[in-house]
């Protein structure tokens, strides 16, 4: 990327409140992270897993960088701003130790604003001074980044779990990870091609095609799988036999039908019409309960989100 253009998207992104460590890199404090230090109210993957919000660090190795233009993604893509650039292009990789250390330091940086912060927790704060999970998240595709599985184990060196979440469109690099993830999310937002183009918006052909590859090899990982639906009022909430089908396909462990939330650059793209309530998404997850076999297991309505699964409880995979 050019480096005015990079200056630039790195303004924006700072004033977003990014973390940004070397080349394609960045932590953002999460929400409920400062949810639960301040208001005793975690996110709902520490209600499901297990895993404990303060103790979180949400980042990514691949900021600017993804292989679909979701219209319901909070990242800044190439055209908002003004601004364009190669998402495909990945730079040449920093390491997976400079990206964990730089991480770490955001995390702790990001934490020095609850010390005098008297509405704080402070034996969260004390405790979040340590953190024990990372979720590979935050923006943009991870498996483009090549050292994916090393920044994994790294992570799981220092004794963090990771949750990873991928969109699926680059079997070939999730089949040969080095280190699987404590947990690893597929992102599954369309139940059918159609739709997959209009809403995912995928910048190479074939892409439905390598997801579907993804889904297939989905249940020779280890670790627990969730196919992950970001769902959208009036765009990709339909075709519940598709989404079933898909489902089949993968066997996975979790599936987690959650709501858009308006946030982020997507305010660009979709308006606040666009974000399903809980109980549209509650009869969304009813109907795939429905066509699947799975059973609704959990759910957590302030993030808009219901959890179905085979298992009748989710498995622990948070430390203390
Ligand atoms: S697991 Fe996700 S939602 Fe929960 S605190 Fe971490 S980044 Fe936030
Ligand atoms: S796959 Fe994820 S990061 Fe990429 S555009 Fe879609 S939501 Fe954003």
């Not at 690099?173 to 947990?183: D, F, I, V």
Request: hydrophobic share 35%; net charge positive; glycine share 6%.
């Amino acid at each position: 990327m050019e480096k005015n253009i990079t200056a630039t998207l790195a303004g924006a992104l700072k004033k977003q409140k990014y973390h940004l460590i070397g080349n394609h890199s960045a932590v953002k404090r999460c929400k409920w992270l400062h949810e639960s230090i301040v208001n005793d109210r975690p996110c709902y993957k520490q209600k499901f897993y297990g895993i404990k919000s303060h103790r979180c660090i949400q980042m990514s190795p691949s900021l600017y960088y993804c292989t679909q233009q979701c219209l319901f993604c909070w990242r800044a893509q190439s055209g908002d701003l003004q601004i364009t650039w190669d998402e495909m292009r990945f730079p040449s990789s920093d390491s997976p130790e400079e990206i964990v250390q730089g991480s770490l330091k955001a995390q702790e940086k990001i934490l020095t604003g609850y010390k005098g912060n008297p509405k704080a927790d402070w034996g969260k704060f004390q405790e979040a001074l340590s953190p024990k999970h990372v979720a590979i998240s935050l923006t943009g595709e991870p498996t483009l980044y090549e050292s994916l599985g090393e920044l994994i184990r790294t992570f799981h060196q220092k004794d963090f779990t990771t949750f990873l979440v991928s969109n699926g469109t680059l079997p070939a690099k999730l089949s040969k990870l080095s280190q699987e993830p404590t947990q690893l999310y597929i992102s599954v937002c369309a139940p059918n091609e159609l739709v997959y183009k209009r809403v995912c918006r995928p910048q190479f052909p074939g892409a439905w095609a390598k997801l579907n590859e993804t889904l297939d090899l989905l249940q020779s990982f280890h670790c627990p799988t969730v196919i992950r639906m970001t769902l959208v009022k009036e765009l990709n909430m339909k075709d519940v036999d598709g989404y079933a089908e898909l489902v089949a396909k993968a066997n996975p462990t979790y599936i987690e039908a959650k709501a858009y939330m308006h946030i982020g650059f997507s305010n660009l793209r979709l308006g606040f019409e666009s974000m399903p309530l809980h109980n549209e998404i509650r009869y969304f997850a009813e109907q795939l309960a429905d066509k699947t076999g799975y059973k609704i297991i959990d759910e957590a309505q302030e993030s808009r989100v219901v959890l179905l699964s085979r298992l009748k409880k989710p498995i622990q995979v948070g430390k203390s």
